[in-house]
């Protein structure tokens, strides 16, 4: 049976943003350029990045709050109204006005996507911000309401390595357990963490040496982690091939469950999430690997950006068990 996680409060920290999906059909080519002519027919506003992170522990029956910074303009109420509406908590969220809300915006024909718009900025917080970001968190901590912490990056500023540092000081004196889903900017900032879940592709980039996916090859930049970390897990989606895990004793490759991939997008985004879950629950990382592949192949075999299915990971669970 499913480990129940209705008593888990989590703390999601990162870059938040909207996912906008413009839909229509394309029946013809311009005779302007030899592009598309996309006959519009509908918008669609979903949480995304560490948005979406949020949203998969809500669909998991856990509660959520997000931490982030978002601009003064027409799309911060959109999110913030799209955050409420899923039950996310968003006490620690500053507003930048001189940052824009991110906004990844996806051209969608025919179940295919054929451009993506981005509006973001990239840059590290300003000071006077990362303190009221970092005030903010703070505040709820100490509120005894926090029983996880994710740190989701995307690299458009927020988790700063200030910010990174107060939170993982933070969540060690108060014995929350942190989860990471790094990305390139400050990757070895995460000092100390109980689950660090870079992608394959991260970690090649971060490496010296060839990484591939076998055991052998990711043991060895397992190690890195370790010694540069001092973590306490180490978990590394593999794509097709699935998860490597490694607890400090133990590494192994859990196969995919992808049976339809229609699209990738925010399946980090699950695994994370039900990862975090999972061992903040005390599930051993081989039982985290496999619901984790179970969630995320439920999630790639939709189109655009989804959170889980918790009755059919119910189901999916029962059945492998």
């Given amino acids: 049976m499913l480990l129940d996680f209705s008593t888990l409060r989590a703390l999601v920290v990162g870059d938040l943003m909207l996912d906008r999906y413009l839909s229509g059909s394309v029946e013809r080519i311009s005779p302007e350029a030899p592009v598309p002519v996309l006959r519009y027919r509908r918008q669609e506003d979903r949480l995304g990045g560490a948005g979406n992170v949020a949203l998969n522990l809500v669909a998991l029956g856990a509660g959520a709050t997000t931490a982030g910074v978002m601009g003064a303009d027409e799309n911060a109420g959109l999110l913030g109204r799209a955050l409420r509406e899923h039950g996310i908590g968003d006490a620690p969220l500053v507003t930048d006005a001189s940052r824009p809300t991110t906004v990844k915006t996806r051209v969608i024909a025919q ?25 903010a968190i703070r505040e709820h901590i100490r509120s005894g309401q926090v029983d996880l912490i994710i740190l989701q990056d995307y690299n458009k500023g927020v988790l ?5 540092r107060q939170v993982t000081s933070w ?5 929350i357990p942190v989860a990471v889903d790094p990305k390139v900017r400050n990757f070895w900032s995460y ?6 879940k870079p992608n394959l592709r991260e970690i090649q980039q971060q490496c010296d040496f060839a990484v591939t996916p076998d055991v052998q ?3 060895r930049a397992a190690a890195l982690i370790f010694a540069r970390l001092a973590c306490k897990r180490v978990m590394i989606t593999l794509s097709e091939y699935g998860i490597y895990t490694h607890d400090g004793t133990h590494s192994a ?6 049976r339809r991939i229609a699209d990738v997008s925010g399946a980090g985004d699950t695994v994370i999430g039900v990862a975090a879950c999972g061992l903040a629950a005390g599930m051993d990382l081989t039982r985290i690997a496999r619901l984790a592949n179970l969630a995320g192949a439920q999630v790639i075999a939709k189109p655009g950006v989804v959170a889980v299915d918790l009755e059919a990971l119910r189901q999916d669970w029962a059945a492998e068990a």
């Fill in 111 to 135: 179940d295919q996507q054929l451009l993506r718009i981005d509006r973001e900025s990239t840059e590290d917080l300003a000071p006077t911000v990362e303190e009221g970001l970092l005030g």
């Fill in 191 to 196: 000092n100390g963490v109980d689950l660090f």
């Fill in 217 to 219: 090859s990711l043991d």
């Fill in 253 to 258: 490759i859990h196969p995919t469950r992808a």
């Fill in 160 to 164: 700063t390595a200030e910010v990174i």
């Fill in 171 to 175: 969540a060690a004196t108060a014995k």
